[in-house]
């Protein structure tokens, strides 16, 4: 290995941090990360209580990218990389209170209750719709509205974005939230023609759609990712760390960077050539105010809505309908408390034993942060109470756990592009500091993964 003097400096143990570092590492980089927290992984957390795996964060991944494997067999965790089963390929949504397929194909598509006749025809329309003229000011309500109808978005694309963002699709660009689906407009003229091109393209790269890509994660859980990556830096990792400011290095005879921070109430300093952020928005905007007085306004008005995980174990006898799938999202129009449900023990096995079910509920984001005005045990009453009648059982839980994440999951709300643009500008404006992290990029884990490889060309090349 070729040793590289370069000293750089990485900013939070998530996934995006450990993932680049494990590509900077291997080519020779001196690498050190600070962690507020006593553990790795950012918001994967995962622990096993009482014979239930629980998830608090990211349940799984979509294996969108070969870098997710890359890095899962580089830091020694492919004996533990597992996909979801079969069954949970069926994913459901709520309508009038019962839940129906969503159709994977022409046939389930016309025999299908969950969209009336009329909204099937107006399907039929989307190849003649002309392109829009500027998709980051259009919100993926506004995208999908105008190419498939009111009646698709409401029962397919409303209920799809609370459960990837917990988000607002009134309020989400769908450029910068959705790029995806907005290139198949902008390079194909249409969603259709558009799915049928860029497949052939994803197959040329070696990448999967999110749509084929198979779901994975770990016998024990998410965080077993970012703390197997985070085992190959052994001391270069220091934990109970808080960021307290980053600015120039004023030494004589240093270059670069001086980060300021606080571990077990005392005050240290750190030096580096490089420093990489993949910290949260709202925690960056506290660090480097003081470079730049603008980036602060940039970084805090990224919104993190609040999201409460509710996991459920019942004993399976007790569940009065089939667990033949992923789980079901709530539409809007449903008006429930509670954004939908993913069936744990189905989709991944020994996620709790055979004769109980796991389940994981998602309360509150961007559509509805007002539901946390009321008081916690009332919200999961209420909440407990639409899931079994949904789920067609009396029964109590015989286990329970609750995260509330406070803030959660970064929107690209519309305008988002005016930040990411001055982000850019922020970068080149201070050689030597990098921004990452779900805020920039995507926020899935492919996402996160394939960034992580961006970034490291980033810094090497700078």
Known sequence: MIINKKKIAILGAGISGLATAHWLKKDGYDVNILELKNEPGGSMESSRINGFLVDYGPNSGLETTPLIKKLVDEVGLSDQMIYATEISNKRFILRNNELHALPTNPPLFLKTKLFSPKGKLRLLAEP???KSTDGYYQSIAEFVTRRLGVEFFDYAIDPFVSGVFAGDPHKLSVKSAFPKLYRLEELYGGLVKGLIKGAKERKKRGEESKQSARMFSFINGMQSFPAAIAKNFNGSISYGCKILKVEKSTEAEK?????????????NELSADVVLSTLPAYCAA?????????LPNHLNDIYYPPVMVLYLGFNKE????????F?????????????????????????SEENKAAFTLFIGGARSPHLFKQGKNELITTVLKEFKEIMKTDSDPV????????KAIPQYNLGYI???NYFDKFEKMNPGIFLSGNYRGGISVGDCVKNSELVYQKIINS
């Open 327 to 351: 789980g079901f999202l709530i539409p809007s129009k449903e008006k429930k408390n509670f954004l939908g449900a993913i069936w744990s023990s189905t989709i991944f096995n020994a996620r």
């Open 255 to 267: 270059t670069g960077w001086k980060i300021t921070y606080e571990k077990d109430g005392i005050r």
């Open 399 to 406: 286990f329970m756990e609750e995260k509330m994440w406070n």
């Open 286 to 294: 506290d660090i480097f105010g003081n470079l730049d007085a603008d």
């Open 418 to 420: 005016e930040h990411e």
């Open 318 to 325: 007790q569940i009065g309908r089939a667990l033949d799938g």
């Open 128 to 130: 003649f719709i002309g």
